[in-house]
């Protein structure tokens, strides 16, 4: 069953991020033309870029936090023993979930002020935009609350302990 969920999230996640990427690129390259072709430059495709761009930026970094690709600093934990490096890294998952939690709320706060901001050119509220860091840190709370609980199977079914360092 958990492996049937972070499957479907993962589709999701590539999707959307898939998407969002696509229009980006799209709505750079029209107002490119659109800029040096025509004599009317489509104003509306540099708002639509920067709404894109927090999309493929959030949701990338929610990937990322599930397959363990964000920079940790492990220099002195590496150092401690066996023991000791297990309760340290367990204390350190439960700061970082604190984290996530907190910024998940005041993502959700931030969304929903955006409901009455609507951008200036395309008239779309904000809270749109706002979601995308909602639905990121929630998602990385999840994550982290999963592998807290030593369920990291739910959190990612294809691997269950962080990678080797490539570098």
């Not at 002020?113 to 904000?126: C, E, N, Q, W, Y």
Request: glycine fraction near 6%.
């Amino acid at each position: 069953m958990g492996k049937i969920i972070g499957d479907r999230i993962r589709q999701a996640e590539n999707f959307v991020s898939f998407l969002a990427l696509f229009l980006l690129a799209g709505s750079v390259l029209w107002g490119v033309l659109t800029r040096y072709i025509t004599e009317r430059p489509a104003v509306w495709t540099t708002e639509l870029s920067g709404i894109l761009f927090t999309w493929v930026v959030f949701i990338g970094a929610m990937t990322a936090w599930r397959n363990h690709r964000h920079i940790r600093l492990t220099l002195a934990i590496d150092l401690l023993p066996e023991r000791m490096r297990k309760i340290v890294s367990k204390i350190g998952d439960g700061i970082v979930f604190a984290f996530l939690a907190f910024v998940t709320y005041l993502s959700f706060s931030m969304m929903l002020k955006g409901a009455t901001r609507p951008s200036p050119v395309l008239d779309i509220p904000f809270s749109f935009v706002y979601l995308a860091t909602f639905i990121c840190f929630a998602g990385m709370s999840v994550i982290s609350l999963l592998r807290l609980l030593n369920l990291p199977g739910l959190a990612d079914p294809e691997k269950t302990e962080i990678p080797d360092d490539p570098l």
